[in-house]
């Protein structure tokens, strides 16, 4: 099972925690990955940046752009599942 | 400074400043002259002479279709005019259906209204009027009688000019003449989108919209039977003005009080449906960005537009968006919920709309057979249900609507007017969730009533060009921009001119009076504190749970498998 965790601390939502998650949970469906991959919120991690939303992928964290999260779920995510 | 022009009417000068006919400049002074065949945002035609006004030498011009000149001098209201108004009315009435009690359109008709105004108390010509309510059935959204038809033609210019459909046009000349599709063939297999519009403008009950109050009473007074009701944005701030509040005010906690009184089980609010319409929709937009595919996305959420595009432009439907409108995604976890239940279910639409009848009866969204949408009623035809109720809905107490599904954000509010499913996908879109951004999002250009808005917005290192359309004319000409090569990435199109709070099944006002119902929305959505479809925790939930694993089955269609 992989441990995927969006930070929803004050500086990830504003920088668009809820877009991540949003797209992350579509990736879910669209590979139909819940028995692979467990999806859940946390609180800060440490890496604010005030433009990028922290993630953790099986405790190993990540700041990465929102734009970027379909991107960062296919090339971080996927591959742990197979 | 250029010198103030003037003219006078009935002896007082009133100024011109740049009107295009004398009836603008005398609405301008005060004067509400009748009229049947003019609207402000149709060509002038002329039809009815029922606005013709004296010039100084004693002839008669109509006030419609004659430029103000400065100096002239005009008299509205005399002997001799209401004489020829009088005459008028009596001509028309003589070859009209005058059963006025037995009308859809009772009391709310232009030509009962100025009968009632001119003291028409006799008609001295026979009546020649032939009244045939079930003239043609074949329309799910409007019905027509041609006995009632005055022949002013509002309903084929809206047709014609505005929406560019062409449906319905005048047939045969002189006494013969009538209003008719091509060959006079059914209307649902003409060119019409169900979009009502032509309704909306008929001064009489000619054209109305399709009634289906019976089978919602009979669903409701059923033993054993579950009724559930949603109710779209658009209706919340149109229907108060018919009970005697404020024009655009928001009912909504009273409509929820009046559905349960006429004995709903479970009331719900469309605008979840179009939260769910965000996620989905912006999903999409940013997959297609990303393989740079099928762009420009055409949203989906009105069914007329999407008529529209079957019938007009079949290749342009791969760019359609895959998700379902917000009632039928609201539809279809409702359904999705009552298989588990043994009570029978039966789900009714509140809507704005005319064509959403036509959507709800679409073999797309039916399981096991059976719609998921059992019947859509338009504000008009809730209000007569709230009068034949008794229910005094001016006096009701505001409630709240149903849990599971009663939180719903101020993104899917906004839908209910044009522009507003881009502001809302646009939110969603944004990285900065900020407050400055959401305001910024406001100003971007989604916001205002013009029939075609263009404009960018930054997405990450790319700027995303969109498009905002109402009205079916103006779809025609972005679709012509499209296909000549100019680049979109998104648009919106809503068929009712101004978006769906101007729908064909809203309770008819004019033009100018459609702002307050346009700030209606908005100041719904600003009273709201979840102001975007992805901080709605219920969004979360049904990702999360109650539609985990079926989003595809429950939320999506692909229109352009029709026919397969």
Redesign the interface.
Known sequence: MVDLKVCIGTSC????A??V???F??MM?KY?L?DKVE?GGTFCMGVCSG?TVAVSVNDTIYAI???SA??FFKEHVLPLCQ | MAEKQYMTVDGIPVEIEGEKNILEVLRKAGIQLPTFCYHSDLSIYGACRMCMVENEWGGLDAACSTPPKPGMKITTNNARLRRYRKNILELILANHCRDCTACENNQNCKLQDLAMKFNITDVRFPNTAVSNKNEDLSSLCISRDAGKCILCGDCVRMCNEIQNVGAIDFAFRGSKMKISTAFNMPIAQSPCVGCGQCAAVCPTGAIVVKNNIDPVWKAIEEPGVKTTVQIAPAVRVAIGKEFGIKNGENTMGKIVAALRRIGFDEVYDTSLGADLTV?EE??EL??RL?DNEDLPLFTTCCPAWIQYCEKKHPEMLKNLSTSRSPMQMFASIIKDQATKSSRKSFHVAVMPCTAKKFEAARDEFKTDGMPNVDAVITTQELIRMIKESGIVFADLEPESIDMPFGTVSGAGIIFGVTGGVTEAVLR???????RSTLLSIATSGTRGMDGIKEFDVP??DKTLHIGVVSGLGNAETIIGEVKAGKHFDLIEFMACPGGCVNGGGQPFIHREDLDARVDGLYKADRMHSIR?S??NPLI?HL??DII??N??RLLHVDYLKKGE
């Open positions: 939502h504003v920088s668009g809820h877009n998650i949003m797209t949970q579509h469906e139909q819940y999806l433009t752009a929102p734009e379909r991107t | 996620i912006s999903e940013l997959e990303e969603r879109v944004a990285s900065n969730k900020n997405y990450g975007r992805e901080e979360d990702y999360s985990k694993g989003v595809h």
